[in-house]
């Protein structure tokens, strides 16, 4: 046997320590952390396909291809940046993020706790030599100790006191509620996660489209599209059925009170077209469930909500239709805005299959037909309004642009004929509501409450600490914390007290 | 008779710019060539009236949108108002830490380089006209999130200043310490510190109530936008900035450097996004509003490369000093 003592060689962590040791590792957090930040921001420089709009007539692929080429897209593809956030690389990330919180709020709580229910008292004096920040007292006063108690208490310090051995030793704190804050902030994000979780496995979502006075029943099927995990449990439970009743959509119009100087240089005629703006989408919404009927205006910003289930107004669309008179007869035709027509006697057509003669295209900005508000007063109702371009067949140029109402018009030649063309009076409705049935929002919200009130706390509230060892007539103080300077007025008290110089 | 036309002179405002930019001379002048206690306090007295006269143009605007839509409408509905609204909160800001914290009037002329730049800014780039609002900017929830965003952005703001005079003075430039002893580096440090600690939760905040605001207009708190994804990001770099900060001490340089790379995320946040947005056809259902081109874009990757880049250069040798 050796004389000298040997230390034990630490003994090698197993496997499972060694995930628990990686995963309390500030180093790795903060590295994944600011991994997921740059792959996140990778996200914002290359199209997602959850937001991606492709061109009409191409697919998302073809969008893709035409703005990266054939292998530059293939490689985005393959390594799945076109859809990063929803990656199992993104998702692992974030799992041992999340892991990582919990280990972290282990470790932290098991301290938080051990500090609160074993504070500890009893330091040695190597403690306090060790510590540069201690300060030594070779003649202590008799009656020095309760004297630091009363005057810590008075400071609304917790205190502990207790002597072994002829010897005094004080420990106190105050602010412990930053501790708890340190607690709950990592707790937080295990909540926020729960939520997310707990959210996805069990919601649905979806999107419904009902024209104006169209009834339909809508049908949550809440295994559909589900996790395996939890798809058997949720196949057990009977799917919910709401009956909804689309009373009418409207669109309300809002008319600028100022013109922007943007729309200075706009032809008076048709200036007005410009000023008027969708004030709100508004759609006249009756929903049945369980016995349970609730009806009101749906608009943004007020979804209606009936036994969870959540229906927001998130589209719509306004179809308008263009009125041709020729030869004596009207005809009414549907336009899509935005797109190039010639018009034909059968109609509007494709400018590419346009016979020769034909001089002229049309293209409408979109139309605008509602109850008109000026200055919060419903003055009537507005339009169909909508603005032609006229564009020449031979030059691709734009010709000029006419107001169309149902009182306006342009006239032109269809066929070598005099036509006019007006807005008709028609107009289609539809309005897209989204829906969605999330259990998992009153524990997000809980969880970004208890995340705010825990950075609040852990921020802001000081933690202050105070150990005393009276051994005799010599002393030693350690004061730890925001009051830890010497000439602050605490320290400079208790300095007083023990007779440090 | 015709609806009347948008004033092209923007009074109040007009004004105020022309205060702020008076000002940010005399505290130009206070710092560097006359120390004159009363030129400082002229210094102070104009920002305090420009920041007042910014604060009518505001009131103006509130009132012309409460005419146009009968309810309060935060005037920051376009980036005109947005980057005017941020930089009445950093000098709102500046006015409160010159007393508190800073207890010299020689802080001004680095201070509000920022909000005098993003007043020329928006003079100069964006049509100050105020704009149609869409349905969902008609909430209630559009004041509580922009502001709290913008109180952090404008502390987050200071905090950045503060860190880049370090990194200025860190790397030689002594002659900051000569025009007034309070820019040494401990001081600069803690104060960019401690307004970090004050935005953190702020931005915190701001962010939830944009999610909730999200959920009640579109039906979902998170969509993986590019601006929720932004602000995100600020959020994690500065999460990680106090972690290192609190956890591994990394104080002085280092610190100063990620503070600097966490408000050009906030930038990109705020101002960026809409630029990506353009540049890349995204489709954010954020990017209201126009930005400043591909060579704003161009300027906010530069501002983010620096700093990283920096790190990886020797430390200087004052690192530390107090």
């Known amino acids: 046997m050796s004389a000298t003592t040997q230390h034990e060689p630490r003994p090698t962590p197993g496997p499972l320590e060694f995930i628990w040791m990686w995963l309390n590792s500030l180093p790795i957090a903060i590295t994944v952390m600011l991994v997921l930040a740059v792959l996140s921001a990778l996200g914002t420089v290359i199209p997602q396909e959850h937001l991606a709009q492709p061109p009409m007539g191409m697919t998302m692929e073809q969008m893709y291809i035409e703005r990266f080429g054939q292998l530059r897209y293939q490689i985005i593809n393959a390594l799945g940046l076109n859809r990063v956030y929803f990656t199992p690389y993104f998702f692992a990330l974030m799992l041992w993020l999340s892991l990582s919180a919990l280990v972290c709020n282990i470790t932290r709580l098991r301290r938080t706790v051990n500090l609160w229910m074993r504070p500890p008292v009893q330091r040695g004096a190597g403690y306090f030599k060790a510590d540069k920040r201690s300060r030594q ?123 922007p100087g943007e729309l200075a240089d706009v032809p008076t005629e048709l200036q007005d077209y410009y000023l008027y703006f969708v004030k709100d989408f508004v759609s006249t919404l009756t929903v049945e469930h369980n016995g349970k ?108 642009s006419v107001l169309l109402s149902p009182d306006e018009g342009l006239v032109t030649r269809i066929d070598g004929l005099p036509a006019t063309v007006r807005m008709s009076r028609k107009v289609d409705n539809y309005s897209d509501f989204s829906y969605k049935r999330d259990p998992g929002i009153p524990v997000l919200y809980l969880g970004w409450i208890v995340m705010i009130l825990g950075i609040t706390l852990a921020l802001y509230i000081p933690f202050a600490q105070v150990w005393v060892r009276v051994e005799g007539a010599s002393g030693q103080l350690l004061v730890a914390g925001t009051s830890s300077s010497d000439d602050a007025p605490l320290p400079r008290r208790l300095h007083g007290i023990l007779g440090i110089q | 008779m015709g609806t009347p ?14 205060a702020y930019f008076a000002a940010y001379i005399i505290y130009a002048v206070h710092a560097f060539f006359s120390r004159k206690r009363v030129i400082g306090q002229a210094a102070t007295v104009l920002l305090i009236v420009a920041w007042i006269l910014h604060t009518v143009f505001f009131v103006q605007r509130a009132h012309f949108y409460y005419l146009q839509h009968q309810g309060f409408v935060l005037p920051a509905t376009n980036m005109f108002e947005a980057v005017s609204f941020f930089c009445w909160m950093i000098v709102l800001g500046y006015l409160i830490l010159e007393p508190l914290l800073l207890k010299t009037r ?101 962010i939830f109530l944009g999610a909730v605001w999200a959920d009640q207009a579109w039906g979902r708190y998170w969509g993986w936008d590019p601006k929720e994804t932004w602000a995100l990001i600020t959020w994690l770099i500065y999460l990680a900035y106090l972690h290192l900060r609190m956890q591994w001490n990394w104080t002085g340089f280092r610190s100063a450097l990620f503070n600097c790379i966490g408000f050009v995320a906030v930038l990109i946040t705020f101002q960026g996004v809409n630029l990506l947005d353009q540049a890349f056809k995204l489709n954010s259902i954020h990017a209201y509003a126009e930005g400043g081109g591909v060579f704003m874009l161009v300027i906010l990757g530069l501002a983010l490369l620096i700093p990283i880049a920096m790190n990886f250069m020797p430390t200087p040798k004052d690192e530390g000093k107090g």
Do not use: C
Request: no cysteine; hydrophobic share 45%; glycine share 8%.
């Open chain 2, 106 to 206: 020689l802080f001004g002329v680095f201070a509000l380089l920022l909000p005098v730049a993003g007043m020329a800014y928006t003079a100069k780039e964006m049509s100050p006209d105020p704009r149609q609002l869409m349905p969902s900017l008609k909430s209630y929830w559009l004041a509580f999130h922009v502001t709290a965003m913008f109180i952090s952005y404008a502390l987050l703001a200071l905090a950045f200043t503060f860190s880049v005079m370090y990194i200025m003075r860190a790397y030689g430039m002594r002659s900051m310490e000569r025009i007034d002893p309070k820019f040494n580096l401990k001081f600069l440090d803690e104060l960019s510190y401690k307004l970090v600690l004050v935005a953190f939760p702020v931005l915190t905040l701001g």
């Open chain 1, 293 to 400: 009927i609730k009806s009101q205006e749906v608009k943004v910003n007020h979804p209606l909500i009936l036994d969870k289930l959540v229906l927001y107004q998130s589209g719509y669309q306004q179809l308008g239709y263009l009125s041709v008179e020729m030869n004596g007869k009207t005809k009414e035709y549907p336009v899509t805005p935005g797109d190039w027509f010639v018009l034909t006697a059968d109609g509007p057509a494709d400018p590419g299959s346009a016979m020769s003669g034909v001089e002229e295209a049309f293209s409408l900005e979109a139309v605008k037909a509602g109850d008109l508000y000026i200055g919060g007063k419903k003055t009537g109702y507005l339009g169909p309004l909508a603005i032609a371009h006229r564009g020449s067949m031979a030059t691709g140029e734009t010709l000029d």
């Open chain 1, 137 to 259: 007292s070779a003649s202590v006063p008799r009656g020095a100790v309760e004297q630091v108690v009363g005057e810590l208490k008075h400071a609304r310090f917790r205190v502990h006191h207790m002597k072994e051995d002829g010897v005094d030793y004080v420990y106190a704190d105050r602010g412990f509620i930053k501790r708890w804050g340190m607690v709950a902030l990592h707790l937080s994000v295990l909540v926020l996660l729960f939520g997310g979780i707990y959210g996805k496995a069990l919601g649905v979502e979806g999107m419904i489209r009902l024209a104006d006075g169209e009834k339909q029943e809508l049908v949550l099927n809440l295994a559909k599209n589900k996790y395996p995990l939890v798809k058997p449990l949720l196949e057990k439970l009977a799917p919910l059925t709401y009956q909804l009743d689309q009373g009418t959509f409207r669109i309300d119009y809002d008319k600028m009170i100022e013109v």
């Open chain 2, 5 to 18: 036309h948008v004033s092209s002179a923007l009074g109040a405002y007009d004004y105020a710019m022309f």
